[in-house]
């Protein structure tokens, strides 16, 4: 069975840092694309940041840029995303979703991971004094 599980959201205060992690198990991360996704209640599903398999190139969205770093390990079948300088804004259920022949222009839309996607059951994060 292909499976994300992730982990590392809980509450934690603005100004604050959280490390969420995407462990695989079933398959191999090292040839897939991981995007993280997160989703406000009331909002749409918003992409944050990708990270593709060749050369772990990245790309951010705007409202996380210079503050959300995404990396792999694909030792551990593991891909992380390190949240640093936390908003109120950043609450949300955060996803992560791997999947292969992605393109990193796209990445940070929902539309681009249709190729056998592999998508987590998400882990809250709260950002709340």
């Known amino acids: 069975q292909s499976q994300l599980v992730e982990s590392g959201g809980g509450l934690v205060q603005p100004g604050g840092s959280l490390r969420l992690s995407c462990v695989a198990s079933?398959?191999?991360?090292?040839?897939?694309?991981v995007g993280w996704f997160r989703q406000a209640p009331g909002k749409e599903r918003e992409g944050i940041s990708c990270?593709?398999?060749?050369?772990?190139?990245?790309k951010y969205a705007d409202s996380v840029k210079g503050r959300f770093t995404v990396s792999r390990d694909n030792a551990k079948n593991t891909v992380y995303l390190q949240m640093d300088s936390l908003k109120p804004d950043d609450s949300a259920t955060y996803f992560c979703?791997?999947?292969?022949?992605?393109?990193?222009?796209?990445?940070?839309?929902?539309?681009?991971?249709?190729?056998?996607?592999?998508w987590g059951q998400g882990t809250p994060v709260t950002v709340s004094s």
């Open positions: 990270i593709l398999s060749t050369g772990s190139r990245t």
């Open positions: 079933g398959f191999s991360l090292r040839n897939h694309a």
């Open positions: 979703v791997a999947s292969r022949s992605l393109l990193l222009s796209a990445c940070l839309e929902t539309t681009e991971w249709t190729y056998e996607p592999v």
